[in-house]
């Protein structure tokens, strides 16, 4: 059965599965989920603690096996961790969880935690089998548009909030632009908040002398910041993944399919396609799908063609070369490149003049 994290309370309360599932790549919510699953099997006497940490594909299953199906010594129930970092068992691994979950009794709790699953694990035999016999809870991160809402929660839940209407959204938006990506030092600031600050309403200026910039951003989240048009955050998070190291080549090749994904759909459309299957036909899913639909029909061929061909001239820039229009420093190429496409998916002009 699977199940939301927000719905793990609730579920607890009710009684126990046998095995739980803990997969994401969250660590702060998978941490979480994780603890109160522990206290809750604590609170249900389950009192005596295995760990298990498979640490390859030579693992060896027999003791994890062994371990359910033994009578605990101390306690009248057991509880069994199986952590598996890898996210993968291996087949022997497959076997042997599979075989666990039909033959683990009623006496033992299970929690098995793995890092993100893709979709051919998912569909795996083991996990299928961990699934059909207990939980499954899969943690995400949580999204730029819902981390104000999150940490209004988290300010409640010790005792704090932010004043009513437009202040309260600001500090919101503040605190959230700082601790992007990085839900453990969110967490920590929070922490420092209830420290430094009684029980209460907090005002904007606490918040920005406490709060550090902490974000972390992952350069396959810039698209959604640039195809929305939202200009702060887009050149935030290239401060920040320039800040961090990463590679302007990785940064540009997700510009440049931007840029390729918007001419093929102009392009089909103009053939006369329909919406839906020059969308398709561009190959163009998932978060992308909903700004660029918004975009497309609005974009003549020519600003697309243009798209396309800075993502030309920049993919050169960002790999040594040099253009006499254009910066000489590949970080602000790439700032150059993420404004054109920003100021295409807003339809606002003159962003671009604002980097050379």
């Not at 660590?27 to 989920?33: F, I, K, S, V």
């Not at 609170?43 to 096996?65: C, H, K, N």
């Not at 709060?211 to 698209?223: E, G, H, I």
């Not at 040099?322 to 998916?345: N, Q, S, V, Y």
Request: glycine fraction near 8%.
């Amino acid at each position: 059965m699977q199940l939301r994290a927000e719905g793990l309370a609730a579920h607890l309360s009710k009684g126990l599965a046998r095995i739980y599932t803990v997969h994401g790549d969250e660590p702060l919510l998978a941490q979480e989920a994780a603890d109160q699953i522990r206290a809750a099997a604590r609170a249900q006497g389950f009192g005596e603690r295995q760990i298990f940490t498979v640490s390859g594909a030579y693992f060896d299953w027999a003791p994890v096996l062994a371990a359910a199906q033994a009578m605990s010594l101390f306690a009248e129930r057991q509880f069994i961790e199986i952590r598996i970092p890898g996210g993968k068992p291996g087949k022997d691994g497959s076997e042997a969880l599979q075989r666990y979950a039909e033959a683990a009794p009623d006496d033992v709790l299970t929690l098995v935690t793995l890092p993100r699953l893709d979709k051919t694990q998912l569909n795996s035999a083991w996990f299928t089998a961990l699934d059909g016999h207990g939980v499954s809870l899969r943690v995400e991160p949580v999204e730029r548009r819902l981390l104000p809402a999150w940490l209004a929660q988290r300010l409640k839940a010790q005792g704090q909030s932010v004043p009513e209407g437009e202040d309260g959204q600001r500090a919101l938006s503040f605190f959230a632009d700082r601790v992007e990506g990085n839900l453990l030092a969110a967490h920590q600031e929070l922490q420092k908040l209830a420290l430094l600050h009684p029980k209460g309403e907090l005002t904007l200026a606490q918040i920005e002398a406490a709060v550090l910039d902490v974000a972390r951003f992952d350069v396959f989240k810039l698209s959604e910041a640039v195809l929305s048009g939202n200009v702060p955050r887009l050149l935030r998070m290239l401060d920040g993944l320039e800040a961090e190291g990463e590679a302007a080549v990785l940064v540009h090749w997700n510009l440049a399919e931007d840029a390729r994904a918007l001419a093929r759909v102009r392009a089909a459309l103009d053939a006369g396609r329909p919406l839906p299957m020059a969308m398709r036909e561009a190959r163009v899913w998932g978060a992308k799908e909903r700004l660029i639909e918004r975009i497309a029909p609005r974009l003549d061929s020519a600003k697309a063609g243009a798209l396309v061909q800075a993502a030309q001239v920049c993919d050169g820039l960002v790999k040594g070369l040099r253009h006499p229009d254009w910066p000489g420093d590949p970080w602000a190429a790439l700032r150059r490149l993420a404004l054109m496409l920003a100021e295409t998916a807003s339809g606002k002009t003159g962003a671009v003049l604002t980097v050379r």
